[in-house]
C-alpha cells in the first residue's frame, strides 16, 4: 500500500478484490478488529462484498460476525454475517467435530468416511448456540462433540454467502489451521477451498466489439466502465 492507492491492498482501484481469499487467525477478537480502524474494516468489507472469500478460526470466526452472546453487536467486528457467536472462556483443550450429512465440506474430503474429526484444538473459542437467531442462507457445516463443555452440541463451523457478487465466508469457532497432516489438515483445506469456489460474480464493465476502439484512461471514481486497472 503507498499513499497513492486509495483502496488499500485488498482492491484493485475500481473496486474488484485483488485477491480471492482472505483469513484471520485467532487470537482476542476485540483486539484484532479495533486494530484495523475503522477504514481498515471498510476495506475487509468492500473486499467481501466486491466478491472475495473470507476464512477465519477462532478469532476470525467471530469478527465475522455482527457481535458476540445472542444479541451485542459488536461495532468494530467485520460484521459480514448478522448473525451472533457465544465466546467461551475454556482454555487449551482439545474437541471433536461432527459432519452433518449435508455439510458442503464433505465434497472435498470424506474424513475417513465416519463423518467424524477428532482432537481439534479449542482455546477461548466460540460458537453459534442453535436456540439464537441464525441469518437465513447461513450454512451450518460442524458441530461440536465435547460432552463434558459448554459447547457440546452447538454449531462449530458455518458459512455465509451474502449475495451473488459477495465472496463467500467460511469460519470455525476452534483451530484446524495448525495441522500439517490428517483430516484437521483436511478440514482446512476444505474450508479454503469451499470459500474459494463462492467468490462472487466480477463486475462486467463492457463486452468489447472485435475492431471496436476502448480507450481505459479514465478515473476509476469519476468513470468507472472506462477507468484504468493501475492508477
Same mark, same amino acid.
Given at each position: 500500500e503507498n499513499q497513492y492507492d486509495e483502496n488499500g491492498v485488498l482492491l484493485y482501484p475500481d473496486g474488484e478484490p485483488r485477491f480471492k481469499v482472505i483469513y484471520t487467525n485467532g487470537g482476542s477478537s476485540l483486539s484484532h478488529a479495533a486494530s484495523l480502524y475503522p477504514e481498515g474494516t471498510d476495506r475487509i468489507r468492500d473486499f467481501y462484498f466486491?466478491?472475495? %472469500? +473470507?476464512?477465519?478460526?477462532? *478469532?476470525?470466526?467471530?469478527?465475522?460476525? =455482527?457481535?458476540? %452472546?445472542?444479541n451485542t453487536i459488536e461495532p468494530t @467486528? @467485520?460484521?459480514?454475517?448478522?448473525?451472533?457467536? &457465544?465466546?467461551?472462556?475454556? $482454555?487449551?483443550?482439545?474437541?471433536?467435530?461432527?459432519?452433518?450429512?449435508? =455439510?458442503? #465440506?464433505?465434497?472435498? @474430503?470424506? +474424513?475417513?468416511?465416519d463423518s467424524y474429526i477428532d482432537n481439534v484444538r479449542f482455546n477461548k473459542g466460540n460458537n453459534i448456540n442453535q436456540s439464537y437467531t441464525i441469518p437465513e442462507g447461513t450454512e451450518i457445516l460442524l458441530y461440536y462433540d465435547c460432552s463434558d463443555q459448554p459447547m457440546h452440541g452447538q454449531i462449530a463451523s458455518w458459512a455465509y &454467502?451474502? %449475495?451473488e457478487q459477495s465472496g463467500r465466508g467460511v469460519v470455525i469457532?476452534?483451530?484446524? $489451521? *495448525? +495441522?500439517?497432516?490428517? $483430516?484437521r489438515l483436511e478440514l482446512m483445506s *476444505? !474450508?479454503?477451498? +469451499?470459500? #474459494?469456489?463462492?467468490?462472487? =460474480?466480477?463486475?462486467?464493465?463492457?463486452? #468489447?466489439? &472485435?475492431? $471496436?476502439?476502448?480507450? !481505459?484512461?479514465?478515473?476509476?471514481?469519476?468513470?468507472?466502465?472506462? %477507468?484504468?486497472?493501475? &492508477?
Amino acid at each position: 500500500e503507498n499513499q497513492y492507492d486509495e483502496n488499500g491492498v485488498l482492491l484493485y482501484p475500481d473496486g474488484e478484490p485483488r485477491f480471492k481469499v482472505i483469513y484471520t487467525n485467532g487470537g482476542s477478537s476485540l483486539s484484532h478488529a479495533a486494530s484495523l480502524y475503522p477504514e481498515g474494516t471498510d476495506r475487509i468489507r468492500d473486499f467481501y462484498f466486491n466478491g472475495g %472469500s +473470507y476464512t477465519g478460526s477462532c *478469532a476470525g470466526s467471530a469478527i465475522f460476525s =455482527s457481535g458476540r %452472546s445472542g444479541n451485542t453487536i459488536e461495532p468494530t @467486528y @467485520y460484521r459480514l454475517w448478522g448473525g451472533f457467536i &457465544k465466546p467461551h472462556s475454556v $482454555e487449551s483443550i482439545s474437541v471433536g467435530l461432527t459432519i452433518p450429512a449435508d =455439510s458442503p #465440506l464433505l465434497t472435498y @474430503y470424506n +474424513y475417513g468416511a465416519d463423518s467424524y474429526i477428532d482432537n481439534v484444538r479449542f482455546n477461548k473459542g466460540n460458537n453459534i448456540n442453535q436456540s439464537y437467531t441464525i441469518p437465513e442462507g447461513t450454512e451450518i457445516l460442524l458441530y461440536y462433540d465435547c460432552s463434558d463443555q459448554p459447547m457440546h452440541g452447538q454449531i462449530a463451523s458455518w458459512a455465509y &454467502k451474502d %449475495s451473488e457478487q459477495s465472496g463467500r465466508g467460511v469460519v470455525i469457532g476452534c483451530h484446524p $489451521e *495448525a +495441522y500439517s497432516f490428517g $483430516e484437521r489438515l483436511e478440514l482446512m483445506s *476444505a !474450508m479454503i477451498s +469451499y470459500a #474459494l469456489d463462492g467468490l462472487g =460474480s466480477p463486475d462486467v464493465k463492457a463486452c #468489447l466489439d &472485435k475492431n $471496436e476502439t476502448r480507450i !481505459m484512461n479514465k478515473n476509476w471514481n469519476t468513470l468507472p466502465p472506462f %477507468s484504468n486497472i493501475v &492508477k
